[in-house]
């Protein structure tokens, strides 16, 4: 989704190809998830191309959302090591 919200600028109702997006069958599931949330919607039954939802835009707007920096113990006496969340 990232991909095809920095190809459209963030613009809405803009359509991209997957093959521009770079998308391969590894992703297929993660298309499947966004269209299942109504984050994207696809082209007809061709699969070829996508566009991002008002959802999926309020979603992927800039800027990000902050990552929260966690502590993790370790064994007492051990230096605790941080962990970025996002």
């Given at each position: 989704?990232?991909?095809?919200?920095?190809a459209t600028d963030g613009r809405p109702?803009?359509?991209?190809?997957?093959?521009?997006?770079?998308?391969?069958?590894?992703?297929?599931?993660?298309?499947?998830?966004?269209?299942?949330?109504?984050?994207?919607?696809?082209?007809?039954?061709?699969?070829?191309?996508?566009?991002?939802?008002?959802?999926?835009?309020?979603?992927?707007?800039?800027?990000?959302?902050?990552?929260?920096?966690?502590?993790?113990?370790?064994?007492?006496?051990?230096?605790?090591?941080?962990?970025?969340?996002?």
């Amino acid at each position: 989704m990232r991909k095809l919200y920095e190809a459209t600028d963030g613009r809405p109702q803009r359509w991209e190809s997957l093959d521009n997006l770079g998308a391969v069958k590894a992703d297929a599931a993660g298309i499947a998830y966004a269209i299942e949330r109504d984050w994207l919607i696809i082209s007809g039954s061709s699969l070829h191309s996508v566009s991002l939802t008002e959802a999926g835009r309020r979603r992927l707007k800039w800027p990000p959302r902050r990552a929260s920096t966690v502590l993790l113990a370790n064994e007492p006496g051990e230096a605790g090591s941080t962990a970025l969340l996002t």
